[in-house]
């Protein structure tokens, strides 16, 4: 049987006694790993026999770390179904899943109204995921349906600082042990479901997410208790890039984010980064994005893209209302670009304002979302140097006629380079 507790107020009192692993903290990260290991369904046995399943894709490649998904099924559910929802897209975009299994018919934190066995247990099988499996520690995600959309939600906030993402399907509450990180959060809900009503359980989630500050999708559905195959693809296109198969060509779902390179391009950037009287400034507080000139569409896909690049390079960001300072202004130019950047005053190579002018008739012609996450990267960071800054990067759209199209991982790890270094 489903619990259908009332919902748990979000913001917790921090711990006063001092613990090496406080209950709810997962302390397993990913690690550097070169060896190959093996593909598809693969069954995992942790706490004296407990099943848990591993799905991974036929693509996997230990020189591209790959995304990882963990995967929580729920009440008397189990976890090689959960994999299920999301085998196909996974598979398509390089995705790792991993589903554990509750101890109990639901999770302890729905059971007990605390973190226990079932959160060291996952903790302990993330460590032995990755002790095994090259995986992005940029792109490591949390979802869950019902009392599982609840237990991700929870310790998806409790570790913020591990799950870039959080997918909650149907949830009922959210309790989180602390706050740690801003992940962004997906939340679904069906307005006719009867096992856990929407309107004193997702309704309320999704109003103290926000009040709380917390960058969040939130989509209603005609339907009850259940995950639509559309919506569980549009929250894995939000989480890691992943083509959305209902949009059509040319909007911001049909371009993935590149997965991460090793040092790629690294000598270029280290050789820039601290080289001559101006290196390259970066923001230090986050930006806050405008558009002008564009349609409401454009827009938003602007926006999307801008935080998806933010989320995978550490960029700082608004989520919510705040004073521009970053302006995307499509107009009739005779040039292609401009771009003007302000830095700080107080000797660090941080920008202040920047505005980007881009010639409206040939930025129509271009994707919108190829657009997009050029500005979004222009607008990350003051070179000294005129574009373009890297061959065969986005960053050399309006330089060359050659240039690539499509976000590339020299963008990604170009921008999380700049934003490593120490302020």
Not at 381 to 398: C, E, Y
Request: glycine content about 10%; some cysteine; hydrophobic content about 45%.
């Amino acid at each position: 049987m489903r619990s259908t507790l009332p919902v748990a107020c979000l913001l917790l009192a921090a711990a006063t006694a001092a613990r090496a692993a406080p209950p709810g903290v997962v302390d397993s990260r990913p690690a550097a790993v070169t060896a190959d290991a093996p593909r598809g369904f693969r069954a995992l046995r942790h706490d004296g026999g407990r099943e848990g399943w591993l799905y991974v894709p036929s693509g996997y490649d230990p020189r591209r770390p790959a995304p990882l998904l963990l995967v929580l099924h729920g009440a008397g559910g189990a976890p090689r179904p959960a994999l299920d929802t999301f085998k196909r897209q996974a598979e398509a975009a390089g995705l790792v899943l991993m589903a554990p299994a509750a101890a109990g018919p639901t999770w302890d934190l729905v059971a007990h109204g605390g973190f226990g066995h079932d959160a060291k247990a996952i903790d302990a099988l993330l460590g032995q995921v990755f002790a095994r499996y090259a995986i992005d520690p940029a792109r490591v995600s949390i979802a869950g349906f019902s009392d599982g959309g609840s237990y991700a939600l929870s310790l998806g906030l409790s570790n913020g600082d591990l799950f870039g993402h959080v997918l909650a399907f149907s949830p009922g509450f959210v309790l989180p042990a602390r706050q740690a990180g801003r992940p962004h959060l997906f939340v679904s809900h069906g307005r006719a479901d009867r096992v856990l009503p929407i309107d004193a359980t997702s309704r309320v989630i999704a109003a103290r997410l926000r009040a709380a500050g917390y960058p969040l999708r939130y989509a209603e559905f005609e339907g009850g208790h259940e995950v639509p195959p559309g919506l569980a693809a549009e929250a894995l296109a939000e989480a890691f890039g992943a083509a959305h198969p209902h949009r059509a060509e040319g909007d911001l779902g049909t371009m993935a984010l590149a997965p991460p390179v090793a040092d790629a391009g690294g000598a270029t950037l280290e050789a820039r980064l601290g080289v001559g009287d101006r290196p390259i400034a970066r923001w230090l507080d986050p930006a806050c994005l405008r558009v002008v000139g564009a349609s409401s569409t454009f827009t938003q896909q602007v926006e999307a893209q801008a935080r998806s690049i933010a989320a995978a390079a550490g960029v700082p960001i608004h989520w919510g209302r705040c004073r521009p300072n970053l302006t995307l202004l499509l107009a009739a130019t005779a040039a292609p670009i401009h771009r003007h950047a302000r830095r700080r005053r107080d000797g660090a190579p941080a920008l202040a304002e920047v505005t980007v002018v881009l010639d409206k008739r040939r930025a129509e012609a271009l994707r919108p979302a190829t657009v997009a996450a050029y500005v979004a990267l222009a607008g990350f960071a003051d070179l000294p140097v005129a574009p373009p800054p890297l061959d065969g990067t986005l960053l050399s759209l309006f330089g060359a006629a050659d240039a690539p199209r499509r976000l590339t991982t020299l963008d990604l790890d170009f921008l999380r380079r700049l934003y490593a270094q120490p302020p």
